[in-house]
């Protein structure tokens, strides 16, 4: 990855912005980085706080580029990627980050010939503990993988999946996780308010409880259902919280929840990339 000599941002935008900082961190020169957007506003914050180049003009940012990351917003990425296409002519690898745009869209506006990766990073990226999702057709050689991995390691966990349908999934499962999480610790520190914490111990308590769980599950090789057996014991409290969770048919709940963002994320993929492709490894 320090051997790129020129990556492009196109969109510079939370996602642009924390990439930048995470490749930076990595050794990657801040001179080897430049980033379009429109906004000046966007632009001046970027290179004030990376030292980088910023332009407004997409096709300036992606002379010579060998890398170029498409950070736009879903509905803006057509455009985006139709005004590039004229000016694609050392075949660079092209990131994308934007959700719901598959990959036979974004073949079709930039060309079948250039290597195209299409990636799902979810918002903790931002903070540097994002989780990933890759897929790029066989056709995308092994190097041009490990590129896109490495570049989009710097903030996030990163995984491939083999088929493209599955991103819809990895969508419904880390893109939109997180706020499945913020929902039951918003439930479950309300729960402990109302029965007689003050809402700032209850606050810090639930911030606490999330963030130990993850991290015995990150560092154990049991699985889950393991751990929770580890810490029910039978007749005790917690046994009694999680019968009245099976009662209410919490893993129904969250069965249909991901199946509905599933579903959601194939239909965001027709009406932004106007088809959805069929399954390829």
């Known amino acids: 990855m320090n051997t790129i000599r020129r990556l492009a941002f196109i969109g510079g935008g939370n996602m642009a912005a924390a990439l930048i900082g995470g490749l930076t961190k990595r050794g990657l020169p801040s001179s080897h980085i430049v980033v379009a957007d429109p906004s000046e506003e966007q632009r001046n914050r970027l290179s004030r706080e990376y030292a980088i180049e910023v332009t407004d003009n997409n096709v300036t940012a992606i002379r010579d580029a060998e890398v170029i990351i498409l950070a736009v917003k879903p509905q803006q990425m057509r455009a985006a990627a139709l005004s590039l296409t004229p000016n694609l002519s050392q075949h660079p690898l092209i990131i994308s980050v934007a959700a719901g745009i598959p990959h036979a869209a974004l073949a079709r506006w930039l060309g079948p010939d250039i290597p195209v990766v299409r990636t799902m990073p979810n918002r903790p990226a931002l903070n540097g503990f994002g989780a990933t999702g890759l897929y790029a057709p066989i056709n995308v050689g092994a190097a041009y993988r490990a590129l896109a991995e ?132």
């Not at 083999?162 to 706020?179: C, K, Y």
């Not at 606050?203 to 810490?231: C, D, I, N, W, Y």
């Open 150 to 281: 490495s570049i989009l390691a710097a903030v996030s966990a990163t995984v491939w999946v083999e088929h493209e349908s599955q991103m819809d999934t990895v969508t419904a499962l880390s893109g939109s996780g997180p706020a499945y999480f913020f929902l039951f610790m918003e439930a479950l520190q309300a729960a402990a308010h109302e029965r007689g914490l003050p809402n700032e111990i209850a606050h810090q308590l639930t911030l606490e409880t999330a963030f130990g769980a993850a991290q015995m599950a990150r560092h154990s090789t049991e699985p889950l259902s393991k751990l929770r057996e580890q810490v029910t014991s039978k007749g005790g409290t917690t046994a009694a919280a999680l019968a009245v969770m099976d009662a209410a048919g919490l893993r129904a709940i969250v069965g249909h929840a991901v199946a509905a963002a599933d579903r959601r994320s194939a239909e965001l993929a027709l009406e932004y990339g106007g088809e959805i492709p069929p399954t390829q490894s």
